[in-house]
C-alpha cells in the first residue's frame, strides 16, 4: 500500500507561483513513476507532468516551461513548483504514483484557484 498526502494549493493572483508538495509513504521501493494531475470542473482528469525513477521528467504542452516537477528522497516527497500562473491553470490537483504490480494510488486532491 502507498498513501499520499498533499499540501501547498490556495488562491493565487495571475503570473503568481504555487509549489505543491505530496507526502508519499508506504512501499516507496517499488513506485515507478511520481506525478501530478489535475481536473478543472466539466473536464477529465489531465496529465500535468510526471518524473520516472531515474528522474526524467515529461510535462503537458500547457505547463512546458511554467511548471517544474522535482522529488526529494529523503524527505519522500514530490513537488510541483508552478509558476506563471494562468486562470487556466484552475483545477484540482493529484498526486499520483504507479507502482509496480500495484497499479495506480491517488492523494486527496488540493484546490488551485488562479485570478485574473
Known amino acids: 500500500q502507498v498513501q499520499l498526502v498533499e499540501s501547498g494549493g490556495g488562491l493565487v493572483q495571475a503570473g503568481g507561483s504555487l509549489r505543491l508538495s505530496c507526502a508519499v509513504s508506504g512501499i516507496i521501493s517499488r513506485i515507478k513513476t511520481r506525478g501530478w494531475y489535475r481536473q478543472a470542473p466539466g473536464n477529465q482528469r489531465e496529465l500535468v507532468a510526471t518524473?520516472?525513477?531515474?528522474?526524467?521528467?515529461n510535462y503537458a504542452d500547457s505547463v512546458k516551461g511554467r511548471f517544474i516537477i522535482s522529488r526529494d528522497n529523503a524527505k519522500n516527497t514530490v513537488y510541483l513548483q508552478m509558476n506563471s500562473l494562468k486562470p487556466e491553470d484552475t483545477a484540482v490537483y493529484y498526486c499520483?504514483?504507479?507502482?509496480?504490480?500495484?497499479?495506480?494510488?491517488w492523494g486527496q486532491g488540493t484546490q488551485v484557484t488562479v485570478s485574473s
Open positions: 499520483n504514483v504507479k507502482v509496480v504490480l500495484s497499479g495506480d494510488y
Open positions: 518524473i520516472s525513477t531515474g528522474d526524467n521528467t
